[in-house]
């Protein structure tokens, strides 16, 4: 009797330390999610962006485990599968914190950063499981919110969150402070000689044109303030150039700004060394949102604004004596290629420089890239991010290798180039969505 009774008491034991644990499956989902946020990224990640990622991750894959049919005519014992599964998900879950850490290191040692340290995965493991709590916790309040104030209640605040953010994205390039002085060269775009006046640049313009520059080399920008339409801006920026002298270089380059109306400085030096200073760049904007805004809602602007700008420049170069005719190339760096390929597409030969078309960072998927040049790192996660993505690996044929270079494996390469995204920018020059001079090379590929 006496063992049957410890018997007894064992199995009450067991039966209660195991209804404390969670059922197996929400382990095995939550192991599975934390072990792909930690998975091989692109780029080097911080340690509560990593924390972020996993807390997240795991939160998502316990909602998710926990919705299921239920189950009628009681429950099952749990017995011992449960703790059984946490020492098992324990274990796992060390051996890829380990092989993260790893992986971390090489990627900095490659950028020439310092390794992540132990620090890092302390903040990682302690912040995370907090991440976690806090997520489940947020995501219970909805379901007693909505019960209490009704459903009327939950659409007019979430109206009011979606105005918040379309607000945060309202183009903000026109009108603000300027960041720099007003230019006095008359050949200068903006300065009181200019058609295109000074405000009407944006901020991004006001930068582009006062960029140091080499001697003999123009620089001529047109902002959405300028002219009212993509064709309107076109002929202006041509009339501009001209004015400036810009024809008179023996090269032009339409250069096609990203969805902020940026363009990258280093593309701009680049161009000034490889040509000596006679060369002209000439864009306009289309947009005054964040790249990503315009990717997603608004990418045919980029398209519509390099055809208007190329189809004009290129009609001012069938004017000139073709012995002075300048070589007319186009640039692009990310969604700045997007709408640069696009225009080409329809002029096949209005590039007949020994560049022709030039792109940085080009979208995966997005670009045409035969015949082009093409600057792209493997650790830019604009190159390897697309739907496809998910059940096929990226096309790298044109990246150069700048850093080790994660294997494919399906969903899980999407989640962590999707993950780094957001940093995409924060490398150094040559790693990352970031590129230097030599992104103007002209070399042929």
């Known amino acids: 009797m006496r063992a049957l009774a410890a018997s007894a008491a064992a199995d009450a034991g067991v039966d209660s330390l195991a209804r404390r644990c969670p059922r197996v499956a929400t382990t095995v989902a939550v192991t599975i999610a934390v072990w792909v946020s930690l998975a091989p990224s692109l780029l080097p990640r911080a340690a509560l962006a990593q924390a972020a990622a996993s807390g997240c991750a795991a939160a998502a894959a316990a909602v998710a485990a926990g919705v299921r049919p239920r189950r009628h005519g009681g429950s099952a014992r749990p017995g011992a599968a449960r703790p059984a599964a946490l020492v098992v998900a324990a274990g796992a879950l060390g051996w890829a914190v380990l092989a993260a850490a790893q992986w971390q290191d090489a990627l900095r040692a490659s950028m020439g950063r310092p390794p992540a340290g132990p620090a890092h995965w302390i903040v990682v493991c302690s912040c995370a499981p907090l991440i976690f709590a806090a997520v489940r916790a947020i995501g219970r309040v909805p379901g007693a919110w909505r019960r209490r104030a009704g459903t009327r209640a939950v659409a007019a605040t979430a109206v009011t969150v979606a105005m918040g953010v379309g607000v945060a994205i309202v ?27 000074w405000e009407s640049l944006g901020d991004e313009g006001r930068r582009f044109v006062t960029l140091d520059a080499h001697p003999g080399a123009i620089r001529t920008y047109v902002g959405l303030g300028s002219a009212a339409d993509a064709r309107s801006r076109a002929a202006l920026a041509v009339r501009e150039l001209d004015r400036a002298g810009g024809f008179a270089r023996a090269h032009v380059v339409v250069a096609v700004p990203t969805g902020s109306g940026w363009i990258d400085p280093g593309a701009v030096r680049g161009f000034d060394t490889v040509f000596g200073g006679d060369v002209a760049l000439v864009a306009q904007q289309y947009s005054a949102a964040p790249s990503w805004v315009t990717f997603l809602f608004d990418r045919n602007a980029a398209a519509a604004s390099a055809r208007a700008l190329l189809t004009a420049v290129r009609a001012h170069l069938d004017t000139l004596d073709p012995v002075r005719r300048p070589q007319l190339h186009v640039h692009g760096q990310s969604l700045g290629s997007i709408g640069g ?51 096929s690996p990226p096309d790298l044929s044109r990246a150069r290798r700048d850093a080790p270079v994660p294997r494919w494996l399906p969903v899980v390469s999407f989640v962590q180039a999707t993950l780094d995204l957001p940093v995409a920018l924060d490398a150094a020059p040559g790693h990352g969505h970031r590129y230097g001079p030599d992104q103007a090379r002209c070399d042929h590929p």
Request: aromatic share 6%; with cysteine.
């Open 171 to 197: 183009p903000v390039g026109l009108g603000q402070a300027d960041p720099v002085a007003r230019p006095v060269a008359a050949a200068v775009a903006g300065s009181p000689s200019s058609l295109a006046s």
């Open 341 to 391: 390929s696009a225009a080409l597409a329809d002029h096949a030969s209005a590039a007949a420089g020994p560049c022709a078309a030039i792109w940085a960072g080009p979208p995966a998927g997005a670009v045409r890239t035969a015949g082009a040049i093409v600057t792209a790192n493997t650790s830019d996660p604009v190159v390897w991010w697309q739907p496809s993505l998910l059940w």
